[in-house]
């Protein structure tokens, strides 16, 4: 979006938000486990998974929709429960937008001034404010249906946003968008939350979305945050199976014996019959080993030296996308490898070749698979 | 490109068949315009000449002018009726979706469905009881409840293209419970509410087994007053009455049918990109 | 909590004013239902007493029967050709989309919502010239001209909630037209029929206004036996003859909200993965 | 889908499909300029393109709903133009499956056979066949309703594919399922195409997808194919400026001045002020500078030899998605660089750190504007 670093007024101070045991139970279902979790004043906090796990749940308790069965959401120090969602004073963007068809743009961005009763003239000066953020100022008069999915989007954030709310819930706003424009708006709501410096907590199930937008991510499944942390961390450090397989591609082994290893670390034999080295000790749980593929390097014949993770095999896929290179190489009768790496870096294979499978015992992941 | 001549002439079939059916559909209805126009005393097809002397007669009528007033009087209210009622039926149904609202819904949809001439038993022994069967108040009462239907109908149908979270939307933003309903959901589903009340009052106004029952010779109805006229003569006023009803219910048709249509392209509007 | 609190209050007023719209618009359909086993000679409530002797006087009598088959032997004549003509129509404006088929659409439909008094009298001018007044083809036409139109509705709701693809795929797959249409098509509208004839059927078995012009007194049908009788006495066996109409028509309409209901999960069955 | 080598009988032999001069005009609109393609026996041929740019055309005329206004196909020799569609003996699978709901899968399968009068036993035996290539020998008996995405995906699959045609068409089948089953389905329908021998033309808006299941890609634009070609060349060497941003990401350069270098080559001057080296000579047409985001390296402070492109800038950006971290740097007030690695290549950067961008001369791709 480019924003002009003093657009924007006095930007709000963002919310911090702390989640304290909350629970939601339907009956004996239970949508949502006891879920502590701390939100910093400003961040862009994601939380991803599955559907059904507990993701709208959390964002529906957030914002007022749903009561929770226990526990407590402070938002700067005030308990949220109990308070209806007109009064919570946070912005919330939907999925589909929820833009007012019979309001035009600027009548659906000074809703919620004329909610709080804001003097027109002011109103209209925020109004004009907010669409020239959003780079929507010729399209006041113009009616959603007018515009452009991109250009409801807009609108919609603008709305959310205009009465500087601490704190924005963003429900998967992109997912009606085509790939393209995702990807530009991902950097304008990015940009939008500099400026406004509210704290965003953003529901999404693109797992690249979420790390190309937030500070931290939380995983859920089956109701139950998986792990908190940075993209990176998430991907480099999972905490279990689910994490480790959600994330990206994964390679991942059984494991039927582990010992330690003479020189340090583990040495792992997987059920096929296949020999792991890791450079790790193995948590005490039952754990799986992770491999990312762009940590494998693909070597012709026998190469590859005594140190590393080395398998053998025949390559039964080889794809080009956009400047990446995934092989897929068949090490056992029943387990392939997924390879892969970006512009020069190493040879490419044809199928059918003939290829030592490599990598360091040190990206070899020894994952809880629980 | 035998095959494309093939489907030329399946097309031209399926419009030959397609002007045969409306021929049938609408000939016999619009029959009486015609004769509305005759120069003859009777009802009797082809006319033998041309006249509007029917008109003439039908404007001077004062039978037929109050008859026409009645109408008015009775429509209106039963419009205005059966509008909060089937409003506030489809609200607590399709927003409320209480337990058990598809079942209800088809109960609320029943009366217009059912035998009207039971109905107008039913009504008339109640009635009875309070010395109403009549007055206004009666036909009223009967014609809102088979009138509701449609307007639950039309406004349950904007309901549900209407995207829910419109009124979660509007929470957010600073809207209570009230305010939600007035700024955001009945915009959204005021030319539904608009059509249902066209349907309520063009159903009145044509509507003939209640008058019957409930009306008595200072409430008659245009309809009631058509049927109490062909049973005494077959003259050419009731053919030109019948036009002038006609016309009407065509016009609120068509009203209705426009609304409906803008109505529909409203609700898209919110969703156009979620295809 | 104090907005929860709230919050439960307003259902439970909804509740109440639900059930209370029930009440009025039910109650005077279905008031007929206990005066049917009234012990007095009168229609007037509350009955004095409990007995079953009109359905037993119902059941002996001779007009009463013969009211009952014509009504059947007119009804399913109607329903039929309105099935057909209303499938075609639907077929031909839904899936061959030709142009103005918007306003076609609305003039299909015309004929259920315009007056029947008018249709009685412009059908009658035009049978009497081929001196059908008081057979059964007369009411047969009436009825389907205005029974047609609840069959284009249920069918072409039908078919625009199928897959249009249905038919593209079909044809691919080695199906010429005919066979697409029997094979893919037709099984997918076919509930929409069922609904649409059920719906014919009831509605002619309900009328009364045309029953009224264009059937004489061996063609009498069922609502009009009870208009018949209630001019001379107003004897509980109209009350029993009611009730046993609102039963039959109260099953039909199950049916065919039942069969409406089949055909909404199946046309849904093709796209589930769509959203 | 790990099929049986030996599964499917004998494989029909792929089509030959020539499409000379194929056109089609509504009224004024020309919506498929003249189109000439040719598509080999047995490959998998993909159409990607923006909404609009005639590959839905192209694939109706192939299947016979569109009559075109002008040109011939040829499947083997024979010309398809005016054989109604039911006689034209392809095979075709849909956006959204169209399952006939009221048939149970074994019926849905059989569908075409009964249409060919195939004998029941016959029928019977073929259609337990492609059920167990498809991995629903235990479906048989179900309705689409009952089935998952990705089985009534399978039964579509395998209904288009009974009779053994020469030619599948695809019309984004894969576009109604979520990302993870996806990509399942482009290795099943991968292989699938293997086992049949058939010839797959395949419509898609999704390039990844393309690039991972297609032998040859034609990207349409406005009505004409813009380029046709493998993956792999279509990215390296785009033959003009819509195929080089359409395909993946890419950084472009308008062109203020160009000259030839000293030492072989072409020295190229932008608007903003930048000076790039290229390895080729420019083409005779106006062209723009495409560098891709893997090709670039990224050093701390003023790295980097004098052979290579060097600019200078501050990190804007920076994400970590899934084992490839993006930067984006700004070399000039309006000029932002996006770069890309995998794995550990190369160090990483936060946001405001002084950086130099690099890349070799040889990966400057100078593309024709049009």
Known sequence: ?370 | MGWLAAMRVVGVLRGVFTGAAFLYLILPTFVIVPLSFSSSLYLSFPPPGWSTRWYVALWNSQLYSAAFLHSILIGLPVALLSVVLGTMLALALVRGRPWGSRGLSALAIAPFLLPQIILAIGLYSILAKFGLTASYTGVIVGHTIVATPLVFITVSASLRSADPTFEMAAMTLGANGWKAFWFVTFPTIRLGVLTGGIFAFSFSFDEIILALFLTNTRTTTLPKQLYSELRYNMSPTIAAASTVIIVLSLLMLTAAAMAGRRAQRRAGAGRDMTA
């Open chain 1, 1 to 370: 979006m480019s924003v002009p670093e003093n657009a924007g007024g006095p930007a709000a101070n963002g919310a911090q938000v702390v989640y304290d045991g909350v629970a939601k139970r339907y009956g004996a279902v239970q949508a949502l486990a006891p879920t502590s979790l701390e939100v910093a004043s400003g961040e862009f906090f994601s939380i991803i998974g599955p559907s059904g796990s507990g993701k709208t749940t959390l964002l529906g308790v957030t914002a007022g929709f749903i009561p929770p069965s226990e526990g407590r959401i402070l938002v700067d120090g005030r308990d949220l429960v109990g308070i209806p969602p007109f009064q919570r004073n946070l912005g919330m963007v939907f999925q589909h937008y929820s833009l007012f068809p019979h309001m035009t743009v600027a009548q659906n961005i000074g809703f919620p001034l004329r909610m709080r009763k804001v003097a027109k003239a002011e109103a209209g000066a925020q109004i004009k404010r907010i669409l020239d953020v959003v780079r929507l100022s010729g399209m006041a008069d113009r009616y959603p249906a007018q515009l452009s999915g991109g250009q409801q989007q807009r609108v919609a954030l603008a709305r959310a946003a205009v009465y500087n709310p601490s704190l924005l819930l963003m429900d998967e706003p992109l997912s009606a968008l085509d790939k393209n424009l995702r990807e530009e708006m991902q950097r304008e709501i990015k940009a939008f939350q500099q400026v406004l410096g509210a704290t965003v907590i953003y529901v999404t199930h693109d797992q690249h979305e979420a790390s190309a937008m937030s500070h931290r991510i939380a995983i859920m499944n089956g109701g139950q945050v998986a792990q908190v942390g940075r993209p990176r961390d998430l991907y480099d450090n999972p905490r279990n199976r689910f994490v480790a397989s959600f994330l990206g591609e994964a390679n991942l082994f059984e494991v039927a014996r582990h010992a330690p290893a003479p020189g340090g670390g583990t040495v792992i034999e997987t059920p096929q019959g296949l020999t792991l080295r890791a450079a790790d000790a193995p948590p005490d749980s039952r754990f799986v080993v992770c491999v990312r593929p762009e940590k494998i390097a693909l070597k012709s014949g026998d190469g590859g030296g005594a140190e590393c993770n080395r398998l053998t095999g025949t390559v039964s896929d080889v794809v080009h996308s956009s400047g990446t290179v995934h092989h897929r190489v068949r090490v056992a009768p029943e387990v392939e490898i997924n390879q892969r790496s970006t512009g020069g870096a190493g040879r490419q294979f044809e199928v059918g070749e003939a290829v030592s499978v490599t990598w360091a015992p040190g990206d070899t992941q020894l994952v809880a698979v629980d």
